[in-house]
């Protein structure tokens, strides 16, 4: 099992840059995908970004040339850089383990707000 935690949410003016980070032991030897999505109040959920521990970035349209996702597998830790960020980045942003050796497991969530 490969339980992810996120930190690094926050306050921000529209504009403005955040950096989440999602831990999760066991990324890297397991091989996992680990994957940010969002859900605004009100709405459903929407996959951001992910990255899995040996491959390339993937990122929704709506935050592709804002945000950037890294990874730093000695850490076992992936990076969601939120650059440009608008009111309708406000979400509560949560990471996701997967991978046949990770299982799927969430993270507990960090909030983001956004204000114009």
């Known amino acids: 099992r490969v339980q992810p935690v996120e930190s690094g949410g926050g306050s921000v003016q529209a504009g403005g840059s955040l950096r989440l980070s999602c831990t999760a032991p066991g990324f890297t030897s397991n091989t996992c995908t680990l994957d940010w999505y969002r859900q605004a109040a009100g709405m459903g959920r929407e996959w951001v970004s992910g990255?899995?521990?040996?491959?390339?970035?993937h990122y929704a349209p709506s935050v592709k040339g804002r945000f950037t996702i890294t990874r730093d597998n000695a850490k076992d830790t992936v990076y969601l850089q939120m650059d440009s960020l608008q009111p309708e980045d406000t979400a509560m942003y949560s990471c996701?383990?997967?991978?046949?050796?990770?299982?799927?497991?969430w993270g507990q969530g960090t909030q983001v707000t956004v204000s114009s």
């Open positions: 996701r383990a997967t991978g046949s050796s990770c299982g799927v497991n």
């Open positions: 990255i899995r521990a040996d491959g390339p970035p």
